[in-house]
């Protein structure tokens, strides 16, 4: 019997050293990049850019991780995605092995977005949600930007309903990430889709919300931006 348990035990400490090999390393200076780039998107570009030099010299990892946040980089700078779906789809095959939640969750959202602007709504819902399934808990910015383009999805297929839930769920999200202008833009989009269902009152409610709130942010150009 205490053989049988040795036995067992051994193998279990073997899956597990198994499994903790195959998680990979990805390197700090990326890592920053990519916080960088969330905060600041031409900051952060020319970060990566000034990285992504070496990658032919990276190891796996790193090179995916370079095409993951060149990505990233484009759709934060509005330039075309709809010609990277077979680098995606390589991407999500990559980190759904890789043993990092959070990289696999930005590869799902980032997939999401591809499918979107090739016009595959139904699929880039799939990825939406496949990222919210595998995001941190405590990753408030992506989570509002799952559940922006969630909403987003939602409103293309007139699902009214299930838009205003997951653009109240991304207003919070961005809320507890502190970031205001993403909230504002959740409220204006809210607004939105109060004006479609002839929900008026709700309607002027979140413009007067937008525009007050902007007063106090001081932006001008941003009113624009923001009802455009």
Known sequence: MKRKQFVISTIIILLLALFAGCKQ???????????VLSADTEKGSKMLDSICQAEPNMSTANQRYC???KLKASDKAYRPITNQKLVIDSLVSYFEHAGEDNLLAEAYFYAGRVYYE????PEALKFYQKANEKVAKDNYALQGDIYCQMANVYRYTDLNKEALAALRLAYQ????????????????????????????????????HVIYSNKILIDRSFTYKIFI
């Not at 390393?25 to 990049?33: E, I």
């Not at 090739?118 to 709504?121: L, R, S, V």
């Open 118 to 121: 090739i016009g595959d709504k």
């Open 25 to 35: 390393s990805f390197s700090p200076a990326l890592k920053k990049a990519d916080q």
């Open 173 to 208: 999200a961005d809320s507890l990430s502190g970031n205001i202008r993403n909230m504002l833009y959740d409220i204006r989009d809210m607004g939105e889709v109060y004006l479609v269902i002839s929900h008026l009152k709700f309607y002027i409610v979140c413009f007067k």
């Open 67 to 69: 095409q993951l946040l």
